[in-house]
């Protein structure tokens, strides 16, 4: 009976751990072979005015079995 709650309880274990890159935690953001030696660029963004929607008037649909021939 205690080995088989031992098993148990390692199983429950090693599922608790499914998914961990580490045991005790996350080793943070990986290395990018790309841009590894750039720093990232920290700015906000600048409000300026609001532009104009882009905006057309709709178009009646076209029947094409009404149309003259």
Request: with cysteine; hydrophobic share 40%; net charge positive.
């Amino acid at each position: 009976m205690a080995k088989q709650l031992g098993h148990i309880a390692c199983l429950l274990f090693l599922l608790a751990l499914v998914g961990c890159k580490s045991l005790f935690g996350n080793p943070g953001v990986p290395a990018d072979p790309i841009f590894g030696n750039r720093k990232p660029v920290e700015t906000k963004a600048l409000a300026g005015p609001p532009s104009p929607r882009p905006f057309t008037e709709p178009t009646p649909p076209v029947n094409s079995y009404g149309a003259e021939r």
